[in-house]
């Protein structure tokens, strides 16, 4: 199993920036994706940014421009630089983790989803 635990999150005046950090512990052997998705009230969960192992960035429109993803291999941690928030990104964050494996059965992989960590824009 791999525990993942974010933090960085809090309430912050439109215009303002946030820096959200996930960190991985416990069965790491080859994480090959990171993700944030966020999920605000009445709304299903999104995803906002994602990264590859080999640095490969996607973003949600919304967000293109203002948020950028970074990771850390050697610390196991992702990374999310919010800059330019507004109300709208209103929402807990959520980080994800793909995992690949390999056995008897074959290749597969794992999803694994931190706890969440709320932030706040306030117009």
């Known amino acids: 199993q791999v525990q993942l635990v974010e933090s960085g999150g809090g309430l912050v005046q439109a215009g303002g920036s946030l820096r959200l950090s996930c960190v991985a512990s416990?069965?790491?052997?080859?994480?090959?994706?990171w993700g944030w998705y966020r999920e605000a009230p009445g709304k299903p969960r999104e995803m906002v940014a994602t990264?590859?192992?080999?640095?490969?960035?996607v973003y949600t429109d919304s967000v293109k421009g203002r948020f950028t993803i970074s990771g850390d291999n050697a610390k196991n941690t992702v990374y999310l630089q919010m800059n330019n928030l507004k109300p709208e990104d209103t929402a807990v964050y959520y980080c994800?983790?793909?995992?690949?494996?390999?056995?008897?059965?074959?290749?597969?992989?794992?999803?694994?989803w931190g706890q969440g960590t709320q932030v706040t824009v306030s117009s």
């Open positions: 990264i590859t192992g080999a640095g490969t960035a």
């Open positions: 994800n983790a793909e995992q690949a494996y390999y056995d008897d059965t074959g290749p597969g992989t794992e999803n694994y």
């Open positions: 416990g069965s790491i052997y080859r994480i090959t994706a």
